[in-house]
């Protein structure tokens, strides 16, 4: 039967939308199950057109299902939460059911995961908020906390995200030959092709589940504009962003798990200077690597900068300039940013050069189990989370150098 109206709708969608359900398939949320649905024909256009985009996005399937029932998601004109709570007097029949789904959706948003209506995924975790679903349109005043730019994020940090399913996920661990082999390959007769072995870990990625509960009177979600509940998820994901950037900086450090930790370098300078960041910088780039940004604590992060500053009354000199009029730079023009405190590097006397990024591994369906209870407990509280890990497919995204 094709479903015409949201009313037609029910609880149902979320256990046709599990992994364990009849189709066999193991969707990534309520989102792509509608979307699969559209495709058979289930779903009718009138609700839902797939090929509808604003701003160059794909427009997800809930928020089509709901602006195309009148439900006003965003703007000065946004409903209020009432719209979604039957017997409300701008209740919209309907809507409750797709409530958990567009919470969801708000939240992995502020999370920095974008889950577009073609299933293709994209993230900019240094800007919580910033939502890959157009029909939310950033307010004309923004009120986000904005992240400092002198901070580590992870879109610093992350090249890929992998939706995978349940929490058994062995990264793949990919080793590229020496480079001097390269040139063997092109000037020996019948020599070997340099060899990229890619093999799965041993060790299984850890997963985590981040996020949080969310408490709120039934008075109040009556009374309060969709845009402001965003601004609650914000305030979720900005409480979880510094655990999970020194998760991410634990994983490149240390490895997943699959003896693949940050390769440190053997010089030892006793402290930070010109020369020494010039001859790091070579040595890296010798090996085939160029450095993205480096990393350290505020310590380490202070004694390189700290090179600008002029000394006993001297006249700054060209590189101490070139810091000054590039913010956090390090001497070679690279960007510089701080570990959030608590992390692996504090005390560590050590800056690490990333030069790739993580897979940053979500684990699909959580996030359909957890909205599920919204639905059982109405309006009162419900949960608010999703499943997340980090895999090191190289081990030389990371290189680091430590002073004495």
Avoid: C
């Amino acid at each position: 039967m094709t479903v015409k109206r949201l009313a037609q709708l029910d609880d149902g969608i979320y256990q046709d939308a599990q992994a364990n359900a009849e189709h066999g398939r193991a969707y990534v949320d309520v989102n792509a199950h509608l979307h699969a649905m559209a495709e058979q024909g289930d779903l009718d256009g009138d609700l839902y057109d797939p090929e509808l985009r604003v701003n160059g996005h794909a427009v997800s399937p809930v928020r089509q299902i709901l602006a195309n029932s009148g439900v006003v998601l965003d703007g000065p004109n946004a409903d209020r939460v009432s719209v979604f709570t039957p017997g409300s007097s701008d209740y919209v029949k309907g809507a409750d059911t797709l409530f958990a789904a567009l919470t969801q959706e708000m939240f992995e948003g502020s999370m920095g995961i974008g889950r577009s209506a073609d299933l293709s995924f994209s993230t900019d975790p240094a800007a919580p908020g910033d939502v890959n679903y157009p029909l939310q349109y950033n307010r004309a005043v923004d009120l986000r906390e904005d992240v400092p730019d002198e901070v580590v994020s992870l879109d610093d940090l992350v090249d890929t995200v992998t939706g995978v399913d349940g929490n058994g996920y062995y990264g793949a661990q990919i080793t590229e030959p020496d480079y001097d082999s390269y040139e063997l390959s092109r000037v020996a007769e019948a020599a070997e092709f340099p060899l990229y072995s890619i093999e799965a870990g041993t060790h299984r990625v850890n997963v985590y589940k981040r996020g949080g509960r969310v408490r709120a009177t039934y008075e109040s979600l009556r009374r309060l504009k969709l845009p402001l509940l965003q601004l609650t998820f914000d305030a979720i994901a900005r409480g979880e962003q510094r655990g999970r950037v020194k998760e991410a900086l634990a994983v490149l450090v240390n490895g997943d798990g699959n003896g693949n930790g940050a390769v440190i370098d053997s010089t030892v300078p006793a402290d930070w200077t010109l020369q020494a960041m010039d001859e790091y910088r070579l040595r890296l780039a010798m090996r085939g690597r160029t450095t993205r940004l480096y990393v350290g604590d505020m310590t380490e992060v202070l004694r390189v900068l700290a090179l600008r500053y002029p000394q006993n009354g001297t006249a700054l000199t060209p590189d101490q300039l070139a810091m000054y009029g590039a913010g956090m730079r390090a001497p070679d023009g690279r960007p510089m940013r701080v570990a959030p405190e608590g992390s692996i590097l504090d005390g560590s006397k050590m800056l690490l050069a990333v030069t790739g990024g993580l897979e940053q591994v979500i684990e699909n369906g959580s996030q359909i189990q957890e909205t599920q209870r919204f639905i059982r407990n109405q309006t009162q509280e419900w949960v608010m989370s999703i499943n997340e890990g980090f895999a090191k497919p190289f081990a030389n995204v990371a290189q680091a150098i430590k002073r004495a």
